[in-house]
């Protein structure tokens, strides 16, 4: 009796170890993982996933690696699949090294010419901000780390954003994964233990024993100025670089996608649209001039991106229309707010004070 009893003890806790790890499950379900990634003022679709089945998945647990997020999207250029692959989530010894065969990005090969990649992972889609800022939270890591720092073995990846530029003219599937206050991408050449290494893990140094990758970068932000209520459309790819072998993964840290207003940079004054008084009171009205006849939407955005409240208006016809805007404000505490009024006529958002 006392035998079985401390096998059955012994299986507890095995089973509770295997679960206390950090996992990576496969999964291709890319609209799901996509909405769990966007936090407020982001709107996706069109969601669509380039590679091999088992280099697209979600990760949980991360709280208890050094990884620096908890869990998220997971690409890899090796492959999730723990039948073929070791498991992400094994010590820095093991050894991620799995061929998938995928074909490479041509989009990718553009920045690391005359090389080519290989064992491309890419996830795409187009999203709405309701804000002047786009940004979210990424890791990258990778098994190149640290013999072939400086080679051509340069695994690459990339966050290409392509749309209308607040600043003029369009962004064309622009990189916005880089160095901090740099326009530096972030690349195992451009951040290791000797080159802006205050943005990497030495994992290997540190005999990881959570996360199988020799090296990664800390948490980084990628961000990018946007025109609100405008369609974009993001590209992340990651690829093996120059050849099939070691592997490389990007970590998205899930409800990191954000979008929200910064400052007035992006506010668009309108003669059409304004506010009076401001700062608010009680008896603040939104006047509005409309060119044509059909359906107005007000919507109330805080500083976070968050909406607040969206009303609709229907008129019969063109002419000048007032709404009690600062009775819709009554509730909220004082701050700052956003104002987006989209009329038949177009968009315009103002900044109010309350």
């Known amino acids: 009796m006392k035998k079985i009893f401390t ?4 299986l507890s806790f095995f089973a509770a170890n295997t679960r206390a790890q950090f996992y990576v499950t496969p999964d291709t379900n890319a609209v799901q993982l996509v909405n769990d990634f ?22 949980t647990d991360g709280s208890l690696t050094n990884l620096g997020m908890n869990d998220g999207i997971a690409m890899t250029t ?9 498991p992400v989530g094994d010590t820095v010894g093991a050894f991620a090294n799995f061929y998938n065969m995928f074909a490479g990005d041509s989009l990718l090969n553009t920045l690391i010419a005359p090389w080519i990649t290989y064992d ?23 098994e190149e780390y640290p013999e072939y720092v400086g080679s051509s073995f340069n695994d690459v990846f990339g966050f290409f954003i392509t749309g209308p530029n607040p ?39 540190t005999g990881g024993q959570t996360i199988v990758f020799d090296g990664f970068t800390t948490v980084l932000v990628a961000k990018v100025f946007v025109i609100p209520s405008t369609t974009y459309h993001l590209k992340m790819a990651i690829a093996d670089a120059g050849d099939q072998a070691f592997d490389s993964g990007i970590f998205l840290k899930a409800q990191s996608m954000k979008s929200y207003f910064l400052s007035s940079v992006e506010e ?10 401001n700062p608010l009171n009680s008896d603040s009205r939104l006047n509005i001039n409309i060119l044509q006849a059909g359906n107005v939407t007000v919507s109330i955005i805080d500083r976070t991106g968050r909406f607040i409240s969206n009303s609709e208006y229907e008129y019969s016809s063109a002419g000048n229309y007032s709404i009690a805007i600062g009775q819709l404000l009554t509730n909220f505490p004082q701050g700052i707010y956003f104002i987006r009024v989209q ?12």
């Not at 096998?7 to 012994?10: A, K, Q, R, S, V």
């Not at 407020?40 to 990760?59: E, Q, R």
């Open 7 to 10: 096998f059955i003890l012994l």
């Open 38 to 59: 966007i936090l407020t003022g982001v709107s996706a679709s069109n969601v669509h996933y380039t590679g091999d089945t088992s280099t697209l998945g979600s990760f």
């Open 78 to 86: 090796g492959s999730f699949d723990t039948a073929v692959n070791v």
């Open 120 to 142: 491309a992972s890419v996830l795409e889609f187009d999203l709405n901000p309701i804000g002047n800022v786009l940004e979210f939270q990424y890791v990258f890591a990778s």
């Open 167 to 205: 600043a003029g003219g369009n962004y064309l599937n622009y990189n916005i994964a880089i160095l901090p206050d740099d326009s530096l991408p972030v690349a195992i050449n451009n951040v290791n233990a000797d080159t802006n290494y205050t943005y990497f893990v030495d994992n290997l140094g």
């Open 268 to 277: 668009t004054q309108n003669q059409n649209a304004n506010v009076y008084p």
């Open 343 to 354: 009329t038949p006529d177009g968009s315009t958002c103002s900044k109010v004070v309350k």
